[in-house]
């Protein structure tokens, strides 16, 4: 069983930081890509970061403010969000590409953290 815990999420003003902390665990053997995803009220769920290998994707909307970061020992993605704007608002989910010791692959997600950017 894989397990993938989120932490970060908090209110926070317009223009402000916050950084989002995604860790896996459980029986894993290897994991390929991690990314961080959000779904905003009345919105369907949309991709925000995404890492694998070398390679890191960012949505449009968050290109230049967002920062997604991988730490392999700890099996841990963390998604640094600067200049915050009220269009930031949702909860963001992580998602991991996750091999199980048994070989398994699994498409794996957070319960979610709920980040709310306002004044």
């Known amino acids: 069983q894989v397990q993938l815990v989120e932490s970060g999420g908090d209110l926070v003003q317009p223009g402000g930081s916050l950084r989002l902390s995604c860790a896996a665990s459980g029986s894993i053997f290897s994991i390929g890509a991690m990314g961080w995803y959000r779904q905003a009220p009345g919105k369907q769920r949309e991709v925000v970061a995404t890492?694998?290998?070398?390679?890191?994707n960012y949505a449009d909307s968050v290109k230049g403010r967002f920062i997604i970061v991988r730490d392999n020992a700890k099996n841990t993605v963390y998604l640094q969000m600067n200049s915050l704007k009220s269009e930031d608002t949702a909860v963001y989910y992580c998602?991991?590409?996750?091999?199980?010791?048994?070989?398994?692959?699994?498409?794996?997600w957070g319960q979610g953290t709920l980040v709310t950017v306002s004044s």
């Open positions: 998602n991991a590409e996750v091999t199980t010791a048994a070989r398994s692959i699994l498409n794996a």
């Open positions: 890492m694998k290998g070398g390679s890191t």
